[in-house]
């Protein structure tokens, strides 16, 4: 009897086991590719540096965010202010003291959200706050390796408002130093895996919390 249909047996069964093989090596390309992707997002200067917005809203949760937006704010980029993240034993007075501003010209017009404990409740507390004072644009302040998770929130919670993006590189990824610096590309891969986890919808990824505590 001849073996011709077992050996066409075989080659589907072949082709299978390849696939098998192949799909890690895919999966890692995959994964180093949007990696790629990921730093050139995280690494992109201010959009539209000189419009104006309604609003600015800035999270927390890094060195420089705060003065950034109350400076963008004294230049005269929007007209309110959202601090979202905030401590709740934190006053304006000591947000202003970071800029070295008085706080009263800044009352009425910078306000704090103490409720956020994450990129998500930043994006809800944003969102109430905006809808509230009816915004229509608004700048977003936050660290260039949180912006594509920040705006990726923001986006699902607030669809109807315009996005600007203003990302802000801390101190020590300015260093010259910092691309040879194992922190630093640790850094840069956890908020990766952290953004993948908030495309997903996946609370925690591989043990990651998804933010570090409030300043």
């Known amino acids: 009897m001849s073996d011709l249909p077992e050996r066409r047996l075989e080659r589907p069964r072949r082709w299978r ?44 949760g890094g060195a420089e965010r705060v003065e950034t937006g109350l400076r963008l704010l004294r230049e005269g980029r929007a007209d309110r202010l959202l601090v979202s993240g905030v401590h709740p034993q934190v006053t304006l007075a000591d947000v202003a003291r970071l800029a070295a501003l008085e706080p009263e010209p800044l009352a009425g017009r910078v306000a704090l959200g103490p409720r956020a404990t994450s990129t998500r409740g930043n994006a809800a507390e944003i969102a109430e706050w905006a809808r509230g004072a009816q915004l229509r644009s608004l700048r977003v302040v936050t660290a260039g390796y949180h912006m594509p998770r920040a705006l990726l929130e923001l986006r699902r919670t607030l669809p109807e408002v315009a996005l600007v993006a203003h990302p802000v590189v801390p101190a020590r990824l300015r ?23 908030a495309w997903a919808g996946v609370p925690g990824l591989l043990g990651l919390p998804l933010d570090p505590p409030r300043r």
């Open 175 to 197: 260093d010259p130093a910092a691309g040879g610096q194992p922190r630093t590309w640790s850094l840069l891969a956890g908020e990766y895996l952290k953004f993948l986890a």
């Open 17 to 60: 086991w390849g696939l098998l093989l192949a799909a890690p090596a895919l999966a890692l390309a995959a994964l180093v590719a949007g990696f790629g992707a990921f730093l050139v997002l995280a690494g992109r200067d201010p959009a539209e540096p000189t419009r104006h917005t309604d609003g600015i809203a800035v999270l927390t």
